[in-house]
């Protein structure tokens, strides 16, 4: 069973796969709604009531589901299907040109994780910024444009490549630091995993939409994002 879930019922978004590692929603990755996504975001992150009610939307509405109650549930490995919520330029997964857009790459990651400074965390250098996050997403999407000939730089792609960025961070989030612990970060992307050996805690402020809009705008900003 355990094989099973990590060959087919994750998705390529860390952040919905730690909340199945954790059983915050089912192991198995499949069959999943909205209320238990939104449960489970209230739960371990800490998100509005409502956070993810878009992006649930925009699975039924783009018909990608493939349960048996295609307008109500959704397996996570329906989300890797290519171009509709997934895009190129993930900083954890390759793109579907190279054969697996699903699956964690290390190939893909450890450049990202070096740039973020995943891999020299002190008492003195424990927090991603805003700053450091943005340059190291650039540095990823400048790549895969040049690495993958059929690169697919559409409207979705351009609107969502920086949100992504700020989502990860909001998710694990220091208030008081202004800026996301690196030993959470790793756990996250790197093992899509919650951080709880590490200290995480979800934070008293609950955490909204409007702050995910605010931090991808900051994003944005530092690499001179334009429409």
């Known amino acids: 069973m355990l094989t099973l879930c990590l060959t087919t019922g994750r998705s390529p978004c860390p952040g919905l796969n730690a909340l199945a590692n954790h059983g915050y929603l089912p192991r198995d990755g499949a069959n999943i709604n909205y209320d238990m996504i939104n449960h489970a975001a209230q739960a371990a992150y800490n998100f509005e009531d409502g956070f993810y009610i878009d992006a649930v939307n925009m699975v039924f509405q783009l018909n990608i589901s493939t349960t048996n109650q295609p307008s109500e549930t959704f397996h996570l490995r329906d989300l890797a299907q290519h171009d509709q919520i997934e895009v190129d330029g993930s900083l954890t997964r390759n793109d579907i040109f190279f054969g697996d857009d699903l699956h964690f790459d290390a190939t893909v990651f450890d450049p990202v994780a070096h740039d973020l400074g995943?891999?020299?965390?002190?008492?003195?250098?424990?927090?991603?910024?805003?700053?450091?996050?943005?340059?190291?997403?650039?540095?990823?999407?400048?790549?895969?444009?040049?690495?993958?000939?059929?690169?697919?730089?559409?409207?979705?792609?351009?609107?969502?490549?920086?949100?992504?960025?700020a989502l990860y961070l909001l998710t694990v989030w220091d208030e008081q630091q202004k800026a996301a612990p690196k030993h959470w970060v790793k756990a996250l992307l790197g093992e899509d995993r919650i951080a709880y050996k590490e200290g995480y805690n979800k934070g008293k402020s609950v955490k909204t939409n409007k702050q995910v809009g605010a931090m991808t705008q900051a994003i944005r900003a530092v690499v001179g994002w334009k429409p």
């Open 118 to 165: 995943l891999n020299k965390i002190s008492r003195k250098d424990q927090f991603v910024t805003i700053e450091t996050a943005a340059k190291a997403t650039k540095h990823r999407l400048d790549l895969a444009k040049r690495v993958n000939p059929e690169f697919n730089a559409s409207v979705h792609q351009h609107e969502t490549e920086y949100g992504t960025t």
